[in-house]
């Protein structure tokens, strides 16, 4: 992928993550590099640049829409429950 194809496929997304809706840094602070391209895995094609934890996150899912999914339907407040009991005792 050229220079020129990857800023057409950020302009085409509006310069936003099409994981988290936020917009995409020029480089990323945790590793000064540009947001990874996500490709699809068995022909290849591009389908999207991504933050760097976003990419990171769909991966840890095991590239699965329907992992994705599923994980959006569990409540909000049982991450609040999770993330209090491991991190805030
Ligand atoms: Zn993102």
């Known amino acids: 992928m050229t220079i020129e ?11 936003l993550c099409p994981v988290c809706s936020t917009p995409l840094p020029l480089l990323e602070p945790e590793n000064g590099k540009r947001p990874p391209v996500d490709h699809n ?17 769909i991966g840890l899912l095991y590239d699965s829409s329907e992992l994705c999914r599923k994980s959006g339907r569990i409540p909000r407040e049982a991450w609040t429950l999770t993330w209090q009991t491991t991190f805030h005792r």
């Open 41 to 57: 895995h068995i022909t290849g094609t591009p389908c999207g640049v991504l933050h760097n934890r976003c990419n990171r996150a």
């Open 5 to 15: 194809d990857y800023e057409t496929l950020v302009i085409e997304q509006k310069g």
